[in-house]
């Protein structure tokens, strides 16, 4: 069953700009599906149509409603003078959920990113990689069946990300929701995700299936691995990095 839809959609600012050219493509639930391409190719705009953030300018959107979506942005956004416990639960009080139904959910986002010990910790006293975490909770906790990422760890260390890439996999397979990621790193698109789509000049350029042969193992030296990441790669042509 599909998830999100977007149909011959195409994205035009105020200024003349087009952001998206007559984009089609559907993600199923239960999928997780990469955006590559490189800065200002249009893979921010397109999360932000799924969203509901943008309405097209032509074309349309179909699926889930806007509440039935999570979404991490590239900075984390936390609110510097609120516990970890506040920033993740702020969403759940707006909503009027109830204390414990919030307290329920709270102790379930925290165990999902490993930061069960730091419900009371501030902002400033988490490193970059566990505001991220926090970022993720606020979202979890919403429960959606749909997680669009904006390029969430491209700030962090590699090791960092490296640890943020298998808790969200790890995530994604428990919660069986459908995820959207935003990511200029050919290497982070082939290891998170089970499709990429290649994204150039607000247009979708090519579409990869990425082989999950050999998960159990260390993927990342994976002959299929490999192989996904040369092909994303040659897609991008010369703008195309392995960061």
């Known amino acids: 069953m599909t998830a999100l839809a977007l149909n011959a ?45 943008e309405p097209p300018s032509t074309g349309s959107v179909s699926g889930l409603a806007q509440s039935d979506i999570g979404f991490v942005f590239q900075e984390p956004t936390l ?15 707006i909503e009027g959920h109830s204390q414990n139904e919030i307290a329920a959910r709270l102790a379930e986002a925290l165990q999902l990113v490993g930061l069960a010990d730091f419900a009371d910790a501030l902002p400033r006293q988490l490193s970059g990689g566990m505001k991220m975490r926090v970022s993720l909770a606020r979202a979890l906790a919403k429960r959606p069946p749909v997680l669009l990422m904006d390029e ?29 990621f935003v990511t ?9 995700a089970e499709r990429a789509l290649v994204m150039q000049d607000g247009q979708l350029k090519s579409a990869l299936a990425i082989d999950q042969t050999g998960r159990a193992d260390n993927f990342r030296s994976a002959p299929n691995y490999m192989a996904a990441c040369a092909e994303l790669s040659k897609a991008l042509g010369h703008e195309a990095g392995t960061g």
């Open 184 to 192: 200029h790193s050919v290497t982070e698109a082939a290891y998170l």
């Open 79 to 93: 609110l510097a003078w609120r516990s970890v416990a506040d920033n993740i639960t702020l969403p759940l009080k």
């Open 9 to 53: 959609a195409s994205l035009q600012y105020d200024n003349g700009f087009t952001a998206l050219r007559d984009i089609t493509a559907e993600f199923t639930r239960g999928s997780f599906t990469a955006l590559v391409g490189p800065s200002g190719c249009g893979k921010s705009s397109l999360l932000r149509l799924l969203a509901g953030l």
């Open 152 to 180: 969430p760890f491209a700030a962090l260390d590699e090791l960092t990300r490296f640890r943020l890439d298998d808790d969200l996999r790890a995530i994604w397979q428990q919660q069986n929701c459908t995820i959207v």
